[in-house]
């Protein structure tokens, strides 16, 4: 059974050139960087309306005309998307923004977002007849990836750096994935990926280095439009790592506008890191293009230690063509700030979750926020994954 895909093609994220979208796609031939998927979008818009979206099933897969899958039978299916958008005025009124909202990824299959990408990678991979997944990963990702693959009964081989919180290592072994941990972080796995890769023709299913994972994450942006009740707010803030989340986003809306469902209006993007592994912020306020690696990268939330993101320049033309930010929060911030976050809406935030609520305070301070705007956080995952 053919879905209502309307893919057409992929494209280079610096030159523009176009590549096809029928063969198995890592980084763009032309420059290294990135390629996106391209869709039909006027024919998309023709089924994909916001009167036949209220008769879909609940999860990301409702946006089916603006994902890559083509077959039915392709699609790995494991809940994935269409997460609570939760109101959480009584942690508004304590950081003075009342009109706040959390978008709580942490109730995606895995207890992550990253549900959301894998469960697109893996869905077109398998597709596409590859045989072999590999993916580096600071937690998150890896149980992601061993949760698909073993869905559509594909082997996948995992790297993590030998610190990550047991309860990664033990989730990924008992989906079935075969992991090996590394002394190094995550920039140090991935190099181990891309030496499997070079020598047993393993996939790579690193972020941003195939262009489907960012495909499952732009579902979040779709999301917050219908949960909104077709608008969008003022502000996003958004945990940063490797960043596919915001980029991801920030497609969907471009993609939306092109749909006739928005027009050129968009949220300000605010990209959220550790003081201890800040490479974005440190760009965005000299003004670079990229992002430098970030050296001795420490941080006890393992989703934001990246030292160096692929598609920092993705990240860095969001952040500011949104007139945003990006901002960094001391670990003891965002461990408080989940504390704050659980005593005032319920929500078990992971340290990720809990830095994008640390950074309201500087930002509202910096005149970058105001207390009257809508604001959204995204609570990337669950605290549950933390507990040691």
Same mark, same amino acid.
């Given at each position: 059974?053919?879905?209502?895909?309307?893919?057409?093609?992929?494209?280079?994220?610096?030159?523009?050139?176009?590549?096809?979208?029928?063969?198995?796609?890592?980084?763009?031939?032309?420059?290294?960087?990135?390629?996106?998927? @391209?869709?039909?979008?006027? @024919?998309?818009?023709?089924?994909?309306?916001?009167?036949?979206?209220?008769?879909?099933?609940?999860?990301?897969?409702?946006?089916?005309?603006?994902?890559?899958?083509?077959?039915?039978?392709?699609?790995?299916?494991?809940?994935?998307?269409?997460?609570?958008?939760?109101?959480?005025?009584?942690?508004?009124? +304590?950081?003075?923004?009342?009109?706040?909202?959390?978008?709580?990824?942490?109730?995606?299959?895995?207890?992550?977002?990253?549900?959301?990408?894998?469960?697109?990678?893996?869905?077109?991979?398998?597709?596409? #007849?590859?045989?072999?997944?590999?993916?580096?990963?600071?937690?998150?990702?890896?149980?992601?990836?061993?949760?698909?693959?073993?869905?559509?009964?594909?082997?996948?081989?995992?790297?993590?750096?030998?610190?990550?919180? %047991?309860?990664?290592?033990?989730?990924?072994?008992?989906?079935?994935?075969?992991?090996?941990?590394?002394? #190094?972080?995550?920039?140090?796995?991935?190099?181990?990926?891309?030496?499997?890769?070079?020598?047993? #023709?393993?996939?790579?299913?690193?972020?941003?280095?195939?262009?489907?994972?960012?495909?499952?994450?732009?579902?979040?942006?779709? %999301?917050?439009? %219908?949960?909104?009740?077709?608008?969008?707010?003022?502000?996003?803030?958004?945990?940063?790592?490797?960043?596919?989340?915001?980029?991801?986003?920030?497609?969907?809306?471009?993609?939306?506008?092109?749909?006739?469902?928005?027009?050129?209006?968009?949220?300000?993007?605010?990209?959220?890191?550790?003081?201890?592994?800040?490479?974005?912020?440190?760009?965005?306020?000299?003004?670079?293009?990229?992002?430098?690696?970030?050296?001795?990268? @420490?941080?006890?939330?393992?989703?934001?230690?990246?030292?160096?993101?692929?598609?920092?320049?993705?990240?860095?033309?969001?952040?500011?063509?949104?007139?945003?930010?990006?901002?960094?929060? +001391?670990?003891?911030?965002?461990?408080?700030?989940? @504390?704050?976050?659980?005593?005032?809406?319920?929500?078990?935030?992971?340290?990720?979750?809990?830095?994008?609520?640390?950074?309201?305070?500087?930002?509202?301070?910096?005149?970058?926020?105001?207390? #009257?705007?809508?604001?959204?956080?995204?609570?990337?995952?669950?605290?549950?994954?933390?507990?040691?």
């Amino acid at each position: 059974m053919q879905t209502r895909s309307t893919l057409t093609h992929l494209e280079c994220s610096v030159t523009g050139t176009t590549h096809r979208a029928d063969l198995p796609a890592t980084l763009s031939p032309s420059s290294g960087r990135p390629l996106l998927a @391209r869709y039909d979008l006027d @024919r998309a818009g023709l089924t994909m309306t916001k009167a036949a979206l209220r008769l879909r099933s609940a999860d990301l897969w409702r946006y089916e005309e603006v994902l890559p899958v083509r077959r039915g039978d392709a699609m790995v299916r494991l809940g994935e998307g269409w997460t609570p958008l939760v109101p959480a005025r009584r942690l508004g009124g +304590t950081i003075d923004v009342p009109d706040l909202w959390i978008k709580d990824e942490g109730l995606n299959p895995t207890g992550s977002f990253k549900a959301r990408g894998l469960a697109m990678a893996i869905s077109r991979a398998h597709e596409l #007849g590859v045989r072999e997944l590999a993916i580096p990963s600071a937690g998150n990702a890896a149980g992601a990836a061993a949760a698909y693959a073993a869905a559509v009964g594909l082997p996948v081989h995992v790297f993590m750096p030998s610190d990550v919180p %047991e309860v990664f290592v033990t989730e990924c072994r008992l989906l079935g994935a075969v992991v090996t941990l590394v002394d #190094g972080l995550i920039d140090d796995c991935g190099r181990r990926v891309a030496e499997g890769v070079a020598e047993h #023709g393993w996939f790579d299913l690193s972020t941003l280095k195939e262009p489907y994972r960012v495909e499952g994450k732009k579902t979040m942006g779709y %999301e917050l439009f %219908e949960q909104l009740g077709g608008r969008l707010p003022d502000a996003i803030l958004y945990p940063t790592g490797g960043g596919t989340g915001l980029v991801g986003m920030w497609k969907a809306f471009d993609e939306m506008e092109r749909l006739g469902w928005i027009g050129p209006e968009r949220p300000r993007m605010f990209s959220v890191q550790a003081t201890g592994c800040a490479p974005i912020v440190r760009a965005w306020e000299q003004g670079a293009t990229h992002a430098e690696p970030w050296v001795d990268a @420490r941080t006890v939330a393992w989703g934001l230690r990246v030292p160096a993101a692929i598609g920092d320049f993705l990240i860095l033309d969001a952040v500011r063509a949104s007139d945003g930010a990006a901002v960094a929060v +001391t670990d003891e911030a965002m461990e408080d700030a989940v @504390r704050q976050i659980g005593r005032t809406t319920g929500v078990f935030a992971a340290p990720e979750g809990g830095a994008v609520a640390a950074a309201v305070p500087a930002l509202l301070e910096a005149g970058r926020l105001d207390a #009257g705007e809508e604001v959204v956080l995204f609570v990337t995952g669950s605290g549950l994954k933390y507990i040691t």
